[in-house]
């Protein structure tokens, strides 16, 4: 799984611990998930899109291979 998290953040001046602490999680958390690392619930994928002003699909971009 690919996210545009790190790409959106930026284009909002908004660092990790910003966007951590609007969706209560730790800065960590949003690390792992730019990285792939980690696959959020619904509602914290949820919580990431509105805080980025996108859609749940338009910020996660999941392969083929991540479906199987």
């Known amino acids: ?4 998290i790190k790409e959106l953040r930026a284009r909002y001046d908004m660092t990790q611990e910003d966007l951590a602490t609007l969706v209560g999680v730790r800065r ?5 998930l730019e990285k ?8 914290l994928a949820c919580k990431v899109a509105r805080c980025l002003q996108t859609s749940i699909d338009e910020l996660f971009i ?3 291979e991540d479906l199987k």
């Open 36 to 43: 792939g690392k980690y696959n959020p619930s619904l509602k």
């Open 1 to 4: 799984m690919k996210t545009r």
């Open 62 to 64: 999941f392969e083929e």
């Open 28 to 32: 960590e958390t949003i690390g792992f």
